[in-house]
T-cell receptor
Framework: QQQVKQSPQSLIVQKGGISIINCAYE??????FPWYQQFPGKGPALLIAIRPDVSEKKEGRFTISFNKSAKQFSLHIMDSQPGDSATYFC?????????FGQGTRLTINP | EAEVAQSPRYKITEKSQAVAFWCDPISGHATLYWYRQILGQGPELLVQFQDESVVDDSQLPKDRFSAERLKGVDSTLKIQPAELGDSAMYLC???????????????FGEGSRLTVL
């Protein structure tokens, strides 16, 4: 059974700073590892995802770094903006399903 | 843009009552998921359908929860009787088969927030 641990639980970053959220998984998998973004009152939405044979993927201000040997991956948000304030979830592929981390509540102070 | 529709958005009920949630996935999405999200936690899969068949219901508390997707399109999740610990957001998601493996993407609805008093 896939297990996912996400840290930190909450994070406060100043506008323009770098936000970093970490995720560790237990079981090797060959499918995509995604990060989801959730605003209050809304369902989670895919933000960015990475294949496990790639070490880094960048989309605009969002970057995933993937360390296959350590079974860890992280989300970096560059030049963080108040509009990035949300809860972020990592997920790892399990048996025919995605297993989500517990979430990180990110607050960007103006 | 196509969306996953869920209703009701909010439901307040007393314990021991029955509640039901409805989900209409994005047209053409054969795979439908019901997740439960307790406040401050990540979504936890309750049940997964492929068309009208259950693929995974290992985490569904079957003594009180049931789910169906009779015609392979929309789906209903029922709780009877509701307990205090069932207070949570119930999220429905859909996808093409195997698409999450190729992209990591599920399409979530806005959820149904249940409060059990």
């Amino acid at each position: 059974q896939q297990q996912v641990k996400q840290s930190p639980q909450s994070l406060i970053v100043q506008k323009g700073g770098i936000s970093i959220i970490n995720c560790a998984y237990e079981n090797t998998a060959f499918d995509y590892f995604p990060w989801y973004q959730q605003f209050p009152g809304k369902g989670p939405a895919l933000l960015i995802a990475i294949r496990p044979d790639v070490s880094e993927k960048k989309e605009g201000r969002f970057t995933i770094s993937f360390n296959k040997s350590a079974k860890q991956f992280s989300l970096h948000i560059m030049d963080s903006q108040p509009g990035d304030s949300a809860t972020y979830f990592c997920a790892a592929p399990g048996a025919q399903k995605l297993v989500f981390g517990q979430g990180t509540r990110l607050t960007i102070n103006p | 843009e196509a969306e996953v529709a869920q209703s009701p958005r909010y439901k307040i009920t007393e314990k021991s009552q029955a509640v039901a949630f409805w989900c209409d996935p994005i047209s053409g999405h054969a795979t439908l998921y019901w997740y439960r999200q307790i406040l401050g936690q990540g979504p936890e899969l309750l049940v997964q359908f492929q068309d009208e068949s259950v693929v995974d219901d290992s985490q569904l508390p079957k003594d009180r929860f049931s789910a169906e997707r009779l015609k392979g399109v929309d789906s209903t999740l029922k709780i009877q009787p509701a307990e205090l610990g069932d207070s949570a957001m119930y999220l429905c998601a859909s996808s093409h088969p195997y698409r999450p493996r190729a992209t990591g993407e599920l399409f979530f609805g806005e959820g149904s927030r249940l409060t059990v008093l």
